[in-house]
């Protein structure tokens, strides 16, 4: 079947503008989760959605960053007034849960976000 | 929080030879511990995990132990192959969090 797919693969953008990432789970996956990995670096959590609750943010670096999930299904995460420092590989990843928390992850390709 | 701490950076093996992966986490009460290979510019992919309630665990070549009581755990690779060669990262889940706290990553090089 289709795994985690998000757009877009690639997005260049200047300083102090805003950006939107799209993710598309697994049909069927109730928890979605987003992390950023900068060039060399490990994957770094962001924030996690699971059904109606209410997301854990807890790992959004400031209030530039948000992120909306509508129901089980697609995911966006905005980042507004870009800095340099966003630059980096944006990752998303859905898991059933069921006898958590021993849920697989299945990681999306990627978006490569770089600020000029 | 939690803090999972990954070694070596990087590691070149000839092939044939083992890889040894080690990583140290902070979080006690932490129950799941997987790991992810990540081939150059693809997405992370599962290759074994672990849980809290047990000792080590086999897949053909690949194993991980976990020793709870130095809350460390180890990614073992035996008879390396040129396709192992690939960016490992180790993580732990913390207790009652969904997310994954990942290492920094170790870059392994498989030379034929």
């Known amino acids: 079947g289709a795994g985690v797919s998000q757009s877009p693969s690639n997005k260049v953008t200047e300083k102090g503008k805003d950006v939107e990432l799209r993710c598309d789970p697994i049909?069927?996956?109730?928890?979605l989760y987003w992390y950023r990995q900068r060039l060399g670096q490990g994957l770094e959590f962001l924030i996690y959605?699971?059904?109606?609750?209410?997301?854990?943010k807890s790992g959004l670096p400031s209030d530039r960053f948000s992120a909306e999930r509508t129901g089980e299904s697609v995911s966006t995460l905005t980042i507004q007034r870009t800095q340099q420092e966003d630059s980096a590989v944006y990752l998303c990843?859905?898991?059933?849960?069921?006898?958590?928390?021993?849920?697989?992850?299945?990681f999306g390709p990627g978006t490569r976000l770089t600020v000029l | 929080g939690e803090n999972v701490e990954q070694h070596p950076s990087t590691l070149s093996v000839q092939e044939g030879d083992s890889a040894v992966i080690k990583c140290t986490y902070s979080?006690?009460?932490?129950?799941?511990f997987p790991w992810y290979k990540q081939e150059l510019g693809k997405r992370p992919q599962l290759i074994i995990d672990?849980?809290?309630?047990?000792g080590e665990k086999k897949d053909q070549r690949i194993a991980v132990t976990l020793n709870k009581t130095a809350k460390h755990f180890s990614l073992h690779i035996t008879e390396t192959q040129p396709e192992d060669s690939a960016v490992y990262f180790c993580a732990a889940r913390p207790p009652g969090f969904q997310k994954l706290v990942f290492g920094t990553g170790t870059r392994l090089l498989v030379s034929p």
């Open positions: 049909s069927g996956h109730t928890a």
């Open positions: 672990i849980r809290s309630n047990v």
């Open positions: 990843a859905s898991s059933l849960l069921v006898a958590p928390p021993y849920n697989e992850q299945f």
């Open positions: 959605f699971q059904g109606n609750s209410a997301p854990d």
């Open positions: 979080d006690s009460a932490s129950n799941y």
